[in-house]
């Protein structure tokens, strides 16, 4: 099955820099979500997007649904330390009955003080 | 307190000796999803359910089984592990499709 490229798969931060990593893929998706996932933990979602185009905020977290439907961006402001942990895109492609996600391979952030 | 709830957490099995992972979830979920996670891999998709005795394969469905008797419930089943089952497994529910997967807190097996 396909799996979305995403990039970084890792990056060491200072505390307080800002974060963008991104998700592309070869094929289109209806929708984007993405998902954080801390050590010994399930991944927990932390933005849904349901348009091209779309710009959603979760407090620090900013995402964005590319114009083309084959990617999306993830960027994190401010980081502090506990933003360590590992970023999952996830695409899914139909509406309705269809249920299945797509997951990116993640991106791990690591934060220093 | 809504979730996700996986047994066991840690799991070592002999290769061949028929394993089942429980998931419940208590959010009267339509959908749930078993996943596999391995390093460099990302999370791969096993099987998946739509609703009470409706299951579809997922992108790495061989060896494994479910069942969907009950709306809370969706158990995967191996008949017979084998080693390249090592893995680290997830559960989830969602009430539409892929939009917010609830996931359970994971079960790592190991078979030898």
């Known amino acids: 099955g396909q799996q979305l490229n995403q990039s970084p798969q890792s990056m060491f931060i200072q505390e307080g820099e800002d974060v963008s990593m991104n998700c592309t893929s070869s094929s289109i998706f209806n929708t984007w979500l993405w998902y954080k996932q801390d050590p010994g933990e399930g991944p927990v979602l932390l933005i849904a997007l349901y348009k091209a185009g779309e710009l959603t905020s979760n407090g620090r977290l900013t995402a964005q649904f590319g114009i083309t439907r084959k990617d999306s961006f993830l960027n994190i402001s401010a980081s502090i330390p506990s933003d360590v942990g590992i970023y999952f895109c996830?695409?899914?492609?139909?509406?309705?009955?269809?249920?299945?996600?797509?997951f990116g391979t993640g991106t791990r952030l690591q934060v220093t003080l | 307190e809504a979730q996700v709830t996986q047994n066991p957490r840690y799991l070592i099995t002999v290769t061949g000796k028929k394993l089942t992972v429980t998931c419940s979830q208590n959010?009267?979920?339509?959908?749930m999803s078993w996943y596999r996670q391995d390093p460099g891999l990302g999370l791969r998709q096993i099987y998946y359910s739509m609703n009470v005795e409706v299951t579809d394969k997922g992108d790495v469905p061989e060896g494994y089984k479910v069942s969907r008797k009950e709306k809370r419930n969706f158990p995967l089943i191996l008949e017979s592990p084998s080693p390249n089952q090592t893995s680290l497994y997830f559960c989830?529910?969602?009430?539409?499709?892929?939009?917010?997967?609830?996931f359970g807190s994971g079960t790592r097996l190991t078979v030898v």
């Open positions: 996830a695409g899914q492609r139909g509406t309705g009955t269809a249920s299945k996600l797509t």
């Open positions: 989830a529910s969602s009430l539409f499709g892929g939009r917010g997967y609830t």
């Open positions: 959010m009267n979920h339509e959908y």
